[in-house]
């Protein structure tokens, strides 16, 4: 059982859910005091990503009340600690699916905290103090520099923060796989979030792109608007089939 939400000293006000109706009211919390590697910022933008629909109704089984949703973070940075050396008081940056992690596991050791058998997620987690984790439908954040981007200038905030989930979530296979590069044919299927997400990475990469959708009305979206090459509608065999001569790879959303 997570300790009370007033429990630290910087009041904080956010959305939170209070049951599986999906519904979000008003709700006033706690987060802790900036320490020597944390950093503070007033969020400015916060995604909606599908995880938090299924979280606030309680649909994949763990979920913790009240909870306040949101891991595609941004915002400007109001304070940092004294040991922190990536950020300063102004900069933009993002959160987004972790807050902590053990730090001493060979995962933390090799940058891959997300494996970290003691991840703490953004929301819906429990801190090493026993207190919940709050995400960023709420007026300011706080969290260790380690899990804390910068936003490079001039780059649009609202559309830096899908990046936080969908957007690493798609870019990392795309580069671990050597994916996104000039010479690969890669199949994207599904235009949803994700899908939006890997066909612009994978033109960005130098990547020929077909988008594999089964609504054939995405048609024109995929080709004029997102710059795909090629457009298969899964439901036609003909097409599927004459798709799987060329195809080198195919991403699922």
């Not at 969020?43 to 949703?69: A, Q, R, T």
């Not at 103090?129 to 981007?149: F, I, K, L, W």
Request: charged share 20%; with cysteine.
């Amino acid at each position: 059982m997570a300790k009370s939400e007033e429990v630290h000293p910087v009041k904080t006000f956010g959305w939170a859910a209070r049951d599986t109706s999906g519904h979000l009211s008003p709700f006033n919390f706690s987060r802790r005091a900036t320490g020597g590697e944390d950093v503070r910022f007033k969020v400015l933008y916060c995604g909606i990503c599908h995880s938090d629909l299924h979280n606030i109704k309680n649909e994949w089984g763990f979920s913790i009340y009240p909870m306040v949703p949101g891991h595609e973070i941004v915002g400007e940075v109001t304070e940092v600690g004294s040991k922190v050396k990536k950020v300063k008081v102004g900069d933009k940056v993002g959160v987004g699916c972790m807050v902590d992690a053990c730090h001493n596991c060979e995962s933390c050791a090799n940058d891959l905290e997300n494996y970290c058998p003691k991840v703490i997620l953004t929301y819906n987690g429990i801190y090493s103090d026993g207190t919940m984790t709050y995400g960023g439908y709420s007026d300011s954040m706080v969290a260790n520099e380690r899990y804390v981007v910068r936003i490079p200038d001039g780059m649009p905030l609202d559309s830096a923060a899908p990046l936080l989930c969908a957007g690493i979530t798609v870019y990392s296979p795309l580069k671990y796989f050597g994916l996104g590069e000039p010479g690969k044919h890669i199949g994207i299927v599904g235009l949803g979030g994700l899908g939006h997400v890997a066909v612009k990475f994978a033109k960005a990469l130098g990547s020929k792109v077909t988008v594999i959708s089964t609504s054939p009305n995405k048609k024109a979206e995929a080709l004029e608007h997102l710059g795909a090459d090629l457009f298969v509608v899964s439901r036609d065999q003909d097409e599927l089939q004459e798709g799987r001569q060329w195809l080198g790879v195919v991403l699922e959303e």
